[in-house]
Nanobody, 125 residues
Framework: QAQLVESGGGLVQAGGSLRLSCAAS????????MAWFRQAPGEEREFVAG????????YYAGSVLGRFTISRVTAENTVYLQMNSLKPEDTAVYYC??????????????????WGQGTQVTVSS
């Protein structure tokens, strides 16, 4: 059973930066793709960024491409999301997810069986 704990959210002005962290435990971290999703009030959870189990491939939603960077450090069992040039529309609760099956990669939230508690990101204009 995986456990995921996010940290790093907060309030920032438009144009600013934040780095989110997600510490994983309970399963062999290096075997599973990880991703960040976000959910704004009244909206569905949406994919933000993902990284393959081996860290070789990364993929992003079009709305964050060029501004956000996902990375993972196997020795720390941690995945990061560096968010630059933040916009008010980036305001949401950000969730870290771990894929249910090993060796895959996906943008589909239904493929992620393990989630953190979420961390609030608020970008003021």
């Amino acid at each position: 059973q995986a456990q995921l704990v996010e940290s790093g959210g907060g309030l920032v002005q438009a144009g600013g930066s934040l780095r989110l962290s997600c510490a994983a435990s309970g399963r062999t971290f290096s075997q599973y793709a990880m991703a960040w999703f976000r959910q704004a009030p009244g909206e569905e959870r949406e994919f933000v960024a993902g990284i393959r189990w081996d860290g070789v491939a990364t993929y992003y939603a079009g709305s964050v491409l060029g501004r956000f960077t996902i990375s993972r450090v196997t020795a720390e069992n941690t995945v990061y999301l560096q968010m630059n040039s933040l916009k008010p529309e980036d305001t949401a609760v950000y969730y870290c997810g771990q894929m249910t099956r090993a060796w895959g990669s996906s943008r589909d939230s239904s493929e992620y069986g393990y989630w953190g508690q979420g961390t609030q990101v608020t970008v003021s204009s």
